[in-house]
């Protein structure tokens, strides 16, 4: 069994079908890439996965936990960084970790190493007594980023990981992502992006109309994961996918 | 050119305008929007009718309306005064046509004066306009009711917009580097000097145009006109503040809390001393209230002669700021943001519960004990005051946590839950002054019974607010929330 194994998972929002009969499963040290445009379910399928949210119809299991039975468990073993941006909190990013090494149980004497750690590997050292709301989008990110790991999970869902991050950061991040998913954990990444999906992903699910619609692994086979995605989602929302827009210009 | 700079006035208005109203039905649905004027305006009609009724001088009815409507304006006035990261952080979120006048050729101030023109329209429509149909009991049902009702909306309106105009000036003080605190001392000065110089009458007269002058009308009118404008013209679009810094607080409010939770407490103590206005916010929400119905006790002992069991009926009132202190505390978070983390959402109602009762006891307390000092309460009455304020604020805050869960700024334009609501509210407030009102001092008995009442009360208030979790928790993880 994956550590993250998801059949037959249906949800709708009054007449909208978010996620329509979608199955995937993901193993210890893949990255994988859940690609598609926006609308296509990537974000309801995190949730689901995480426990916020029921589905109507399907199962779900993340490191042998059922998110729908016991999300509270589900939640304390995986690191989530939601997309959604962050509420105003008024709380430092050294106090905010702390709250989440608090809400995760952790050592407090653990928690001050590891803020170190993020801190300096991110460059958010001379903003860790700044007030959150006070930062940058892109160094709440990075707290964002750093709170999701604090845990060191197995498990790692990651909504746009690069969003808001400047070109020096994000190549950080993405070798970060890499290294950590080859050391037996699982990292899933959703995005719209496909030159990163293609540069950073070991295996890579296509997504469209709420469900998976082809998979492959990335460095497999000569076609570009462009093409692939051309073949398989149509329609307007194809055109704001980045790579898609720049190769047609 | 200036016709073009109208159409442009005019296209950001109706955008503004259009986008208020889509908000609102997207957000309630569009029958329960559509229907909230209407239940302002049966309640309105209900309690004009039951004043009436019980003696109540029309001068009275009218006189409070103007001050609830003032008070109304002042409190969007607090929102925008002492919680300007709230008001910042709801432009930006709910207004895309605000948040996008940043990248289009608009003046930001001119920006704000149109978005002031359209809330102040919008409010009066759905708010005043309803809360004038109160003049039908006074007048009864003849040919000079529609020119009455007109009479008295255009005066509420005139009322209401010089509140929200005070919004504007201290928004515009704001950005010129004036602190909070000179703002504040500076409205206390014009408060306590307007009282120690013996204006009272004649500032509230100047509030209630429609038995004022037409001097004096015009006087509100223009002054309203011109300190708006000033106002504008004052404002600095490009003000922002530095960023600021603050030591590790966090590590010790949570050790130092005896109860579980203590990180979402601690999270809750935290955002709220240090958004603007710190957690002297809900001090200044529960100040007008308690302004408010200072007012109220006056103008009916002058009218009337007739005066209430202060304790009993500040205590019962008070209880309202259950409502304002919750609001502020949730003004910085959202469910969806604890549901990365390992907590439940009834954890994170729990811990509402915990910081709502650290910051709503001083905050109803202290203004509790300068009324029942300054109107010379019994003992007895003190007492069950007291017992009533504590029993009931936590009933209101189990209530409006119960009904509206972790927006209960937007519940107010939601018909059936405002509905509920203001059921809720009155099952326990109205019996409990007309207690007030008529037996005066209160007797033993009486006092035994309220006692027993707020306790009551509060057990209902405790058990609503436990459920609430599960309440919402269920419609969260359902998707419909």
Sequence with gaps: ?249 | MTTGRNRVGWTIFFALAREEWRLHTRLFGGWRFVCFPFLIAALSLGASVALVETGTAARTIVDGLHLLVFGFGLYCGTAGFAGSDMLENVFGRLSLVLSTATALPLSRRRMLGVFLLKDGLFYGLVFVLPMAVAVVPLVGLSADLPVAVGALWLSLSLTFAAGMVLTVAMIAARTRGVPTWGIALAALTVIVGVGVTGHTASARDALVPLHGSWPAVAGLALTTVFVGIVSLVAYDPAYSRPSRTASDRFARISDALPVGQDALVAKALLDLARSSGGVWKPFVSVSILFALVAAMVGLVREITGIEPAPGIFFGGVLGLSAFTTYNWLTQFDSLEAYLAYPVSIAAVFRAKRTAFVAVGAPTAALPYLVAVVWFEATLFDAVAGAAILAGYALYYYGLTVYVAGFDPNEFLFDAVRFALFTVGVAVALVPTLVAGFVVVPPSTELAAALVCTGVGFGVVGYVLSSRAGPRWEERYRAGTQ
């Excluded at chain 1, 939601?82 to 008024?90: A, G, I, L, R, T």
């Excluded at chain 1, 808001?164 to 954990?185: G, I, M, S, T």
């Excluded at chain 1, 469209?208 to 998979?215: H, L």
């Design chain 1, 1 to 249: 069994m994956g550590v993250i194994q998801v059949d037959g998972l249906e949800k709708s929002y009054d007449a909208v079908r978010a996620v329509d009969g979608m199955e995937f499963r993901v193993e210890r040290g893949e990255l994988f890439g859940f690609l598609g445009p926006n609308g296509a379910g990537k974000t309801t399928t995190i949730r689901a996965l995480t426990g916020q949210i029921e589905p109507d119809e399907g199962t779900v299991r993340v490191l042998e936990t059922d998110p729908v039975e016991e999300p509270i468990e589900t939640r304390r073993r995986v690191g989530i960084l939601p997309e959604q941006e962050s509420p105003p909190s008024f709380l430092t990013p050294r106090e905010f970790l702390a709250f989440v090494g608090r809400v995760r149980d952790l050592e407090p004497a653990t928690v001050e190493e590891r803020t170190a750690i993020w801190a300096e590997r991110l460059g958010f050292e001379s903003k860790l007594e700044t007030l959150h709301t006070d930062l940058s989008r892109g160094q709440q990110q990075k707290v964002m980023f750093a709170q999701a790991f604090l845990h060191d999970p197995d498990v790692v869902f990651i909504d746009e990981p690069l969003a808001n991050l400047d070109p020096l950061v994000q190549e950080q991040v993405k070798r970060f992502l890499v290294d950590y998913a080859a050391d037996d954990n699982a990292v899933f990444v959703s995005t719209h992006n496909i030159e990163v999906a293609e540069e950073i992903c070991t295996r890579v699910g296509i997504v469209a109309d709420g469900r998976i619609v082809t998979e492959r692994s990335v460095g497999t086979t000569d076609e570009p994961l462009l093409e692939v995605f051309l073949e398989h989602v149509e329609g307007e929302a194809v055109r704001d996918t980045p790579a898609v827009a720049q190769a047609q210009r």
